[in-house]
Nanobody, 124 residues
Framework: QLRLAESGGGLVQPGGPLRLSCAAA????????IGWFRQAPGKGREGISC????????NYADSVKGRFTISRDSAKTTVYLQMNNLRPEDTAIYYC?????????????????WGQGTQVTVSS
């Protein structure tokens, strides 16, 4: 059974970078649509990025487009989220999960295997 674990969160100043990791256990991430989600205090969970099972396409929420990049390692065990030019409004708990897909494209909707989350705080 696939289990996911996020890491890499922390405190970062506005404008700074951070890279999150989503590591798989119990199975690889090969042929699996994986996404990143976040939940800020007092708000609902937001899908922000996903990568399709064959790595042929990616999807980003408007709020992070141009600043965040999702990728998968060649061993198919880890998905990364490179976050650049971070803003205070990016402060949230970040989760990874298996996502839904439609005609070969991943969707920003979580399906299963949610991790425990990693806290990202953007503050000076």
């Amino acid at each position: 059974q696939l289990r996911l674990a996020e890491s890499g969160g922390g405190l970062v100043q506005p404008g700074g970078p951070l890279r999150l990791s989503c590591a798989a256990a119990g199975a690889t991430l090969e042929n699996t649509d994986i996404g990143w989600f976040r939940q800020a205090p007092g708000k609902g969970r937001e899908g922000i990025s996903c990568i399709s099972r064959d790595d042929s396409n990616t999807n980003y929420a408007d709020s992070v487009k141009g600043r965040f990049t999702i990728s998968r390692d060649s061993a198919k065990t880890t998905v990364y989220l490179q976050m650049n030019n971070l803003r205070p409004e990016d402060t949230a708990i970040y989760y990874c999960a298996v996502t839904f897909a439609d005609r070969g494209r991943c969707l920003l909707r979580g399906l299963a295997s949610w991790g425990q989350g990693t806290q990202v705080t953007v503050s000076s």
